[in-house]
């Protein structure tokens, strides 16, 4: 039986149809798929990129790799040689002894860091390894000193500024202190503080820790052989009836010849007159 013209036609059509519908998944494989994508580059530099292995360098007189060796260095004095040997490109090299020849000098470990080409990789497997301190010494020194004390403030010539600088102490209670003082003619113990009205004894802690009395201050006195009863009054340790009384025993037994004859009145206690006694005189 044979085959019309038409027929043998469409045959040799389909034979070469058939013949590349075979072959063209092995075409394709071969020369499509074996090429990576853009992605698959990335991440393939990515990996390399991250690989852990030992690096490598070339020696001096030839392309053979060689594994850089570590060990300890000064890079203020290490030589070519050595730099090659630790890892050090050529680029890094020529940068780190041009800095020294001009007179640059690596004070501290991280100083490395600042020359040019460095990797953060590189720097961290040297670090074991550089002759050179962590930190600057002398600003850890520094750092650790310390601080000054602040000077401690004379109570009987400090101004209300002085005063407010004490936590708990406003403007009101600074003028407080102030008056007290003047009253008193002085505070002979910086204890004084503790008998001004609205001072709380934990205000009065903090401003002991910045006021002080100062050694040999002599008060204000009042001669109780010529004062009247009204100047006597006025200190805060002498009640009206006790001045009244210290002018009415003077009138009746004559001038005091010593302080310690003020027990003799009755009204006053030797607690009395150990507070009184620094702003009491008998000389005029």
Same mark, same amino acid.
């Given at each position: 039986m044979g085959f019309s013209r038409t027929e043998t036609n469409a045959f040799l059509i389909l034979l070469p149809l058939l013949f590349l519908i075979i072959f063209s998944q092995p075409i394709y494989n071969q020369f499509v798929q074996s090429s990576p994508s853009v992605a698959d580059t990335v991440q393939l530099n990515r990996l390399l990129a991250t690989w852990k292995d030992d690096p490598v360098v070339f020696s001096a007189n030839s392309s053979e790799k060689v594994k850089p060796s570590l060990f300890s260095f000064n890079p203020n004095t290490a030589t070519e040689q050595q730099l090659k040997e630790l890892g050090f490109t050529k680029f890094q090299i020529t940068g780190l002894l041009k800095y020294r020849s001009k007179g640059g000098k690596f004070y501290v470990?991280?100083?490395?860091?600042?020359? %040019?080409?460095? /990797?953060? $990789? #590189? %720097?961290?497997?040297?670090?074991? #390894? !550089?002759?050179?301190?962590? @930190?600057?010494?002398?600003? @850890?020194?520094?750092? &650790?000193?310390?601080?000054?004390? *602040? +000077?401690?403030? /004379?109570? =009987?010539?400090?101004?209300?500024?002085?005063l407010k600088a004490v936590y708990g102490i406003g403007t009101k209670l600074a003028q407080r202190i102030i008056n007290y003082r003047e009253k008193l003619g002085g #505070?002979? $113990? !910086?204890?004084?503080? =503790?008998?001004v009205y609205g001072l709380d004894? @934990? &205000?009065?802690?903090?401003?002991?820790?910045? #006021?002080? &009395?100062? *050694?040999?201050?002599?008060?204000?006195? &009042?001669?109780?052989?010529?004062?009247?009863?009204?100047? +006597?009054?006025?200190?805060?340790?002498?009640?009206? =009836?006790?001045?009244?009384?210290?002018?009415?025993?003077? %009138?009746?037994?004559?001038?005091? @010849? $010593?302080?310690?004859?003020? +027990?003799? !009145?009755?009204? !006053?206690? $030797? /607690?009395?007159?150990?507070?009184?006694?620094?702003?009491?005189?008998? =000389?005029?």
């Open positions: 470990k991280p100083d490395l860091l600042k020359l %040019y080409g460095m /990797d953060s $990789s #590189f %720097y961290q497997r040297l670090f074991p #390894f !550089i002759e050179l301190p962590q @930190t600057n010494q002398s600003s @850890t020194e520094k750092s &650790v000193q310390p601080e000054r004390k *602040e +000077l401690i403030a /004379d109570i =009987n010539t400090a101004d209300t500024t002085q #505070f002979v $113990s !910086i204890q004084q503080l =503790n008998e004894s @934990t &205000v009065v802690k903090k401003a002991i820790q910045k #006021f002080k &009395v100062v *050694e040999g201050f002599v008060p204000r006195q &009042v001669n109780v052989n010529t004062a009247d009863a009204f100047a +006597l009054a006025k200190h805060p340790y002498l009640k009206k =009836n006790v001045a009244q009384a210290i002018v009415t025993y003077r %009138y009746q037994h004559g001038a005091f @010849t $010593s302080l310690d004859d003020l +027990l003799k !009145i009755q009204l !006053i206690t $030797s /607690d009395d007159l150990a507070r009184l006694k620094p702003y009491l005189t008998l =000389n005029p």
